[in-house]
């Protein structure tokens, strides 16, 4: 600093922050040698609170407003000082700006997948990203857990903790609500506000207040999205049987309306193949496949199956499995025993007693 703004600080001194930026949250006030003149006028504006550092203690907050610095109105700064000097003499202090506005659109994400136990599918990773709202509540706090002797310091500075707080708050909310998958969305909601909630009392370790989390998405491993899509379709279309001859009553229309024409002679072919009410099968075509079945059973350790259930009444009745047999179909988000299926009781009731 030059002699001439030396000089010009010993007769006047106006304490302030223009604060160009969008991010800083802390600005240390620079002054030729920390010394500030007694009597000197303090400027803290609306959103702002000035702190006063001395010997490395926190001396004074100010408040928005304009304050004339005197000893009589510096009482902590005063007793720490003991004013050995004459009363207008300048005194030797840091002055910190704190910003306390609202911090919005910080964004947080998670950098690898949650892994999550789902009610319903089983193990997921699952990711998800939003943004929160954080601001200073305690500057004089905020001062001590965070700047140090920092003349500047921004958001930036502290988003990428504040960030992993959240994150990791989320993933043990996640594992903890057991919300299937499928309903994540309908739950954005009562989720952020559970979150912002649980990590309140972490930001406030740090001077901070986080005024809100939104959720912005939750996604899913994209081969479980296509298999939910491709589930989606299948419910859409109904029964495949009643979609196959709806198929063929339309082919058969469109092919009524060219009489005598190649393309009705294919039509009546395929109605009258996919039709049982309008022709009788031929006697060489073979019976349908019998059903998949959706039972599981464990023998000797291993999953066998899947099973119809007369399959697995027949395996009841020839001794393979009994009551005690776990059991498994889907919806079940565990194996029960085969004697807690309503379905299997009569199978089970006729088991001939063992020989003696």
Not at 332 to 339: E, S, V
Request: charged share 20%; glycine share 6%; aromatic share 8%.
């Amino acid at each position: 600093m030059s002699l001439l703004n030396k000089i010009r600080g010993e007769f006047i001194d106006i304490i302030e922050w223009n604060d160009p930026s969008t991010d800083t949250m802390v600005w240390r006030f620079p002054r030729y040698q920390d010394e500030i003149k007694n009597g000197a006028q303090l400027i803290v504006r609306p959103g702002q609170m000035a702190v006063f550092v001395s010997e490395g203690q926190i001396a004074d907050v100010f408040s928005p407003g304009t304050h004339q610095l005197e000893t009589a109105n510096l009482p902590v700064l005063t007793s720490l000082k003991s004013w050995k000097y004459a009363l207008n003499s300048p005194f030797k202090a840091e002055v910190y700006f704190t910003n306390t506005k609202l911090f919005t659109d910080q964004k947080w994400g998670t950098s690898n997948p949650i892994i999550v136990q789902d009610p319903e599918l089983g193990v997921l990773r699952i990711k998800a990203y939003g943004n929160f709202v954080v601001r200073i509540t305690d500057s004089a706090l905020m001062l001590k857990q965070l700047i140090g002797t920092n003349s500047i310091y921004s958001v930036k500075n502290i988003h990428s903790q504040l960030r992993a707080i959240i994150v990791s708050t989320f993933a043990n909310i996640l594992g903890e609500a057991q919300i299937p998958a499928t309903s994540l969305s309908a739950h954005y909601q009562d989720l952020a506000k559970l979150l912002r909630n649980q990590v309140a009392q972490t930001f406030a370790e740090f001077g901070l207040e986080i005024n809100n989390v939104f959720i912005e998405n939750i996604s899913l491993p994209l081969e479980l999205s296509t298999a939910i899509d491709k589930k989606s379709s299948m419910n859409t279309i109904g029964d495949l049987d009643k979609f196959s001859q709806y198929q063929a009553a339309t082919a058969m229309e469109k092919a009524a309306e060219n009489p005598g024409s190649a393309g009705a002679a294919m039509g009546m072919g395929v109605g009258f193949a996919m039709s049982p009410q309008t022709q009788s099968a031929p006697q060489n075509v073979s019976p349908p496949p019998p059903p998949v079945g959706e039972w599981w059973v464990a023998l000797n350790g291993k999953r066998n199956g899947p099973h119809s259930l007369e399959a697995l009444k027949k395996m009841i009745a020839e001794g393979t499995i009994n009551s005690e047999t776990p059991t498994w179909k889907p919806k079940l988000a565990d194996w029960k025993k085969a004697h807690n299926f309503p379905e299997l009781k009569d199978a089970l009731d006729n088991i001939p007693p063992p020989l003696k």
